[in-house]
Nanobody
């Protein structure tokens, strides 16, 4: 399975961007899909995730501003980012998780850069 992330770019504070992650195959097998980000000098952190049952989880820093969604027919997971702040600047990575016989397997996209100017 390959994940292709797109939609990053440069935006002013208060603006919006929509990230999209397209999987090469069906996303039905993924128990979770989500977006992580890594800012310069910082560890990678979870931004938002969505389960196969469409349950969502958000980092406190993005609650109320970001919305994650998945389209099983299109094999995509999107992240709508509104009211962007300079501290949202990071490389955003798409992630997908499967499990098999109790083991967890993570798949990662190539990352897309989001830059928010003040």
């Amino acid at each position: 399975v390959q994940l292709q992330a797109s939609g990053g770019g440069l935006v002013q504070a208060g603006g919006s961007l929509r990230l999209s992650c397209a999987a090469s195959g069906s996303i039905f097998s993924f128990v979770h899909m989500g977006w992580y980000r890594q800012a310069p000098g910082k560890q990678r952190e979870l931004v938002a995730s969505i389960s196969s049952g469409a349950g969502t989880n958000y980092a406190d820093s993005v609650k109320g501003r970001f919305t994650i969604s998945r389209d099983n027919a299109k094999n995509t997971v999107d992240l709508q980012m509104d009211s962007l702040k300079p501290e949202d600047t990071a490389i955003y990575y798409c992630n997908a998780v499967t499990t098999w016989l109790g083991a967890r397997y993570d798949y990662w996209g190539q990352g897309t850069l989001v830059t928010v100017s003040s």
